[in-house]
């Protein structure tokens, strides 16, 4: 008797196991591309910020086409966030809220503020925190 309810027992255990397993599987393969697909967008978000970065150094802001591709890796971002919520059916209302955010200081920083150094640096700062800083959203002791 006691072989027998070791027996049902770890067959139960063993299937559950199994079940689980498959479980795991299916999620990992319904949620990588979601996964993948905000990294890439944050990718193109950051390479957007390192090109501002650059042509800050080299003194380029408010040259004509030189926010060419700056402009491209935003649009990047953006339609990869589109895309993951057709694909996911999830709200990313806030993320692009923050995307958003971010290009509207580049925007200023770039253009609105071309002529003003100060104001230009405090802008574009604010638009690499979004991308940057630690703990976005949460409260410090």
Do not use: C, H, W
């Not at 209302?93 to 071309?114: E, F, H, N, P, V």
């Not at 925190?129 to 410090?140: N, Y």
């Amino acid at each position: 008797m006691l072989l027998v309810l070791t027996a049902v027992a770890a067959t139960a255990l063993f299937l559950s196991g199994r079940q689980a397993q498959r479980s795991a599987d299916a999620l990992a393969v319904r949620e990588a591309p979601a996964v993948q697909g905000l990294a890439a967008s944050r990718l193109a978000a950051l390479r957007a910020d390192e090109e501002i970065a650059r042509l800050v150094k080299k003194k380029l802001i408010g040259v004509a086409g030189s926010g060419e591709a700056y402009r491209s890796q935003l649009s990047a971002a953006d339609q990869g966030l589109s895309r993951i919520a057709d694909r996911t059916n999830q709200d990313l209302g806030t993320i692009k809220g923050l995307l958003a955010t971010y290009s509207d200081s580049l925007a200023r920083g770039t253009s609105l503020y071309r002529d003003d150094p100060l104001m230009r640096t405090q802008r574009l700062r604010q638009a690499e925190s979004l991308l940057t800083r630690e703990t976005v959203g949460s409260r410090r002791a």
